[in-house]
């Protein structure tokens, strides 16, 4: 499985981003894309997720009511709005082959991060 993630780029406090992550290879239904994003110094941290099949999605307290995540057949997207100059990070999309997790650790394909610059 292969990962691309795109879309980064600096907008102002309170804009929306749309980021996307196209992948390839083969995805199945019990899979979960997720969203994690990483501040110079800081662990990785947990964005949001999408089970591949149930499409069910899971989001981290710090982006729940302001991000989305969704997917058509092959690609993942993270919709962010009311963005805040704290979201400023490097976005990397992720696969998990062995079900849902919040921790990096636990999954197996990364794709290459892209930057959000929140600007106040």
């Known amino acids: 499985v292969q990962l691309q993630a795109s879309g980064g780029g600096l907008v102002q406090a309170g804009d929306s981003l749309t980021l996307s992550c196209a992948t390839s290879?083969?995805?199945?239904?019990?899979?979960?894309m997720g969203w994690f994003r990483r501040v110079p110094g800081k662990e990785r941290e947990f964005v949001a997720a999408i089970r591949w099949g149930a499409r069910t999605t899971y989001y981290a307290d710090s982006v729940k009511g302001r991000f989305t995540i969704s997917r058509d057949t092959d690609t993942v997207y993270l919709q962010m709005n009311s963005l805040k100059t704290e979201d400023t990070a490097v976005y990397y999309c992720?696969?998990?082959?062995?079900?849902?997790?919040?921790?990096?650790?636990?999954?197996?394909?990364w794709g290459q991060g892209t930057l959000v610059t929140v600007s106040s």
């Open positions: 992720a696969l998990d082959t062995q079900g849902l997790s919040t921790v990096a650790g636990s999954y197996d394909y």
């Open positions: 290879g083969r995805i199945y239904s019990s899979h979960v």
